[in-house]
């Protein structure tokens, strides 16, 4: 067991990895600056697993105060979730997504140099692998970017690789993450749009709960068995319990790329059946042009994932929804909602 420092740990995925990191007896400090998150998932997280989590409130790219943050937690690993990660805002503020993306990464690599530690852990994601030109697609796949997010993506993991070349005796994991969706099984923690929600699992479970009036689908004239675009979605605990993997696989030094997905696309229309059934609403849509930007199907190869990791992704579509929406209708509003509510209604 150790101690692992958690950049932007009270996020989405951050606190369901805190929560497995717990669970696995690590113990957890969290560095994040809220700008994207609450106390209150972090709170929630302690109360389910009735473990205290060390909090401290800063920006990654603070180079003082994380390295301060750092020397204090004397922690041996660190898990880099903080970033921005709209695509849509990344176009109108792309020097916000460079800053808080590339420089934030720039200076944590900085900070734990300064304090001898040697062992990180990154948050990627298959946008950098642009139109995918083989499926399923594998880590040897070329790298690209469309837009200004998943650049800094691609710039950081440069980085990393750049500095593994200079600072061999380093072990580095960029786990490239496919479509994250779901919520922990409790209905305490899951996903918090501040704005309309650009993904499709938030959107639909925002109608289902009555907030939106109906999905708007981007295209259903792919070239996919029901015309609407495929993606390889991914239960965020089975993704926070291949960052338990990450760390607690006693690799030699390396730095490594590994794809977090189940290897299964399925269509927009798929999810939307499959979240009727699991929330017993229907859910209005309607067919618009394709979304610019967007892929015809993306799914994983991940072969490398379970043969590194010993890791597989368990919980099946089903599952991310009921749990999506267990999430959605004890916290219709997030993390605003009366936390009361949540509380008496969690299973
Ligand atoms: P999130 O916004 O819920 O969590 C990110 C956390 O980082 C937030 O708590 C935010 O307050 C914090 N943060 C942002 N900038 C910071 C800064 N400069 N200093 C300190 N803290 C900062 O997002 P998430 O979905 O949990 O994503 C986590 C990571 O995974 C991000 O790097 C994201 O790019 C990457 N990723 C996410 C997805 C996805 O669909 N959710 C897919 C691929 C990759
Ligand atoms: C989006 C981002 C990608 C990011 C990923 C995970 C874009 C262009 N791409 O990818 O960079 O890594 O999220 O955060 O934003 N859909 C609808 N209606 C909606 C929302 C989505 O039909 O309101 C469709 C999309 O066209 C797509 C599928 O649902 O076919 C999944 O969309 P989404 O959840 O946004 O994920 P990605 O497109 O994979």
Known sequence: MSSIFVTGGAGYIGTHTCLELLQAGHKVFVYDNLSNSSRLGLERVERITNTSIEFIEGDVTDANALTRALQHSQCESVIHFAGL??????????????????VGTLTLLRAMLAVGLKKLVFSSSATVYGEPQLLPIDEAHPLSATNPYGRTKLVAEDMLR????????????????FNPVGAHESGLIGEDPKDTPNNLMPYIAQVAIGLRDRLNIWGNDYPTADGTGVRDYIHVVDLAIGHVKAIATPTPSQCIELNLGTGRGYSVLEVLRAFELASGKAIPHEFFPRRPGDVAACYASTKQAESILQWRAERNLEDMCVDHWRWQHLNPAGYGSNNDFASKHAT
């Open 162 to 177: 750049d500095h593994f070349r200079a600072y061999p005796d380093w072990n580095i994991t960029i786990l490239r993450y």
């Open 85 to 102: 990660k709209a695509v849509g805002e990344s176009v109108t503020n792309p020097l916000a997504y460079y800053h808080n993306n590339v």
